[in-house]
T-cell receptor
Framework: DAKTTQPNSMESNEEEPVHLPCNHSTISGTDYIHWYRQLPSQGPEYVIHGLTSNVNNRMASLAIAEDRKSSTLILHRATLRDAAVYYCILRDPWSAGAGSYQLTFGKGTKLSVIP | DAGVTQSPTHLIKTRGQQVTLRCSPKSGHDTVSWYQQALGQGPQFIFQYYEEEERQRGNFPDRFSGHQFPNYSSELNVNALLLGDSALYLC????????????FGPGTRLTVT
């Protein structure tokens, strides 16, 4: 799997938007961009994923650069519950064969939310 | 609808011993993956089970083995425990499709003394 680069940590004020960047300059044409987050003392949870177009769901938005070498996870209004480690992961489902895949986690970005 | 459950929550073992961790997947899921997370690090993939067979394996020694049962639940076994095996062990379930999201359990904290 291609590598991703994320800042080690970020801070945000509560109720402000948060933009979490991820660089993936060696991304291949079939790599999907996945975001997971891990709240303290919990397992990771899925946030969002996309391939080329920007994506929105109830949790967040994913903005993908036109050349796909970077992406940004957007939390529209940070809450204290959003304090977590956020992981940006690339995955090519076709390289693993149908019906199986793994997630390759880096160290992620630790997001602190200030009340 | 219960999510992914793991047992036990915490475990303390001595070097050289063997341990078995258990995982029940989210209802309707048929694929189980296991991850090891050392303190301050991201989770590392150990292996994945589908249709009771190991489908993929990460860079872990043969001391790590697993099993999947017909009801899709799974066990992770670690033999000859080392101090370096102390970690949070996470189980994740998914549907066998190529791009389905993975649902993680809360993990089992293993301490080897």
């Amino acid at each position: 799997d291609a590598k991703t680069t994320q800042p080690n940590s970020m801070e945000s004020n509560e109720e402000e938007p948060v933009h979490l960047p991820c660089n993936h300059s060696t991304i291949s044409g079939t790599d999907y961009i996945h975001w997971y987050r891990q709240l303290p003392s919990q397992g990771p949870e899925y946030v969002i994923h996309g391939l080329t177009s920007n994506v929105n769901n109830r949790m967040a938005s994913l903005a993908i650069a036109e050349d796909r070498k970077s992406s940004t996870l957007i939390l529209h209004r940070a809450t204290l519950r959003d304090a977590a480690v956020y992981y940006c992961i690339l995955r090519d489902p076709w390289s693993a064969g149908a019906g199986s895949y793994q997630l390759t986690f880096g160290k992620g970005t630790k997001l602190s939310v200030i009340p | 609808d219960a999510g992914v459950t793991q047992s036990p929550t915490h475990l303390i073992k001595t070097r050289g011993q063997q341990v078995t961790l258990r995982c029940s997947p989210k209802s309707g899921h048929d694929t189980v993956s296991w991850y090891q997370q050392a303190l301050g690090q991201g989770p590392q993939f150990i292996f994945q089970y589908y249709e009771e067979e190991e489908r993929q394996r990460g860079n872990f020694p043969d001391r790590f083995s697993g099993h999947q049962f017909p009801n899709y639940s799974s066990e992770l076994n670690v033999n000859a425990l080392l101090l370096g095996d102390s970690a949070l062990y996470l189980c994740a379930s998914s549907l066998g499709g190529v791009n389905g999201e993975q649902y993680f359990g809360p993990g089992t904290r293993l301490t080897v003394t």
